[in-house]
């Protein structure tokens, strides 16, 4: 069981799905690190977090467009047991206008990004006692969807590689649990401007109840594997 003493690294915790598990984890009492592409961006958060019950919460930028995306990482000086891969982009494109930079663009940020920043905490997460990953991926990385094939692709990397690195974990770090969460329409700053109702997409709060729940395990139990989705199912495409 992973308890409140160890600190939790969250990445896209600036708005949406990030910023809720954020909240949820301050409640319980963990300190956190949150990243961003913008610290500007989280520091509303940070103080919601300290209010909400956090005892210390650490922002780093992470850009995973830049060329040196992981440089404020690299000098991160508290250890976390804790890793969520939260950071994402949607693009809502079909797939006869979607371009190589769409791809490329998709693929960074959806893919390669948590690939980067997971490679360099890996070490850090195979010391703990016990360490838990946790891999937001989407029904799209199972699910081909026309009108987001670049979206649709870098989910599917991001899946692979969460199937991988628990392959790889099973073999040299049992301890450290790594938890692939196919998330269905989920309410988050992705909706912005488009006439939905809300009522109808998942609630962020149970995602990061979902999350919280994997904490409870004991080092003989991994979840391989969630699929959360709207309980009266997907709205018309």
């Not at 371009?99 to 890996?122: E, S």
Request: charged share 20%; proline share 4%; net charge negative.
């Amino acid at each position: 069981m992973i308890n409140s003493s160890n600190t939790v690294c969250i990445t896209g915790a600036s708005r949406g799905i990030g910023c809720t598990i954020a909240h949820a984890f301050s409640a319980m009492g963990f300190p956190l690190i949150l990243t961003a592409r913008s610290i500007d961006h989280l520091s509303k958060v940070k103080e919601e977090c300290l209010k909400a019950g956090s005892p210390k919460v650490e922002l780093i930028e992470v850009d995973f467009l830049a060329d040196n995306p992981l440089r404020e990482l690299a000098q991160l000086q508290t250890k976390p047991s804790i890793l969520i891969n939260n950071a994402g982009d949607f693009l809502f494109k079909d797939l006869q206008d979607s371009t190589d930079q769409d791809y490329l663009h998709q693929f960074y940020i959806n893919a390669l990004g948590t690939i980067r920043v997971t490679d360099h905490l890996l070490p850090v997460l195979c010391k703990q006692k016990q360490a838990l990953i946790v891999n937001i991926c989407s029904k799209a990385s199972v699910v081909g969807y026309a009108d987001a094939s670049a979206y649709s692709v870098s989910k599917h990397a991001l899946y692979g590689y969460g199937k991988a690195l628990r392959a790889h974990l099973l073999q040299f770090a049992p301890h450290v649990a790594c938890t692939n969460i196919l998330l269905g329409q989920t309410f988050s700053s992705s909706w912005d401007g488009l006439d939905v109702n809300h009522e109808l997409l998942i609630d962020p709060v149970d995602v990061a109840k979902v999350i919280m729940g994997l904490t409870s395990f004991g080092t003989r139990t991994v979840v391989e594997e969630i699929t959360i989705m709207p309980s009266k199912g997907e709205l018309p495409r």
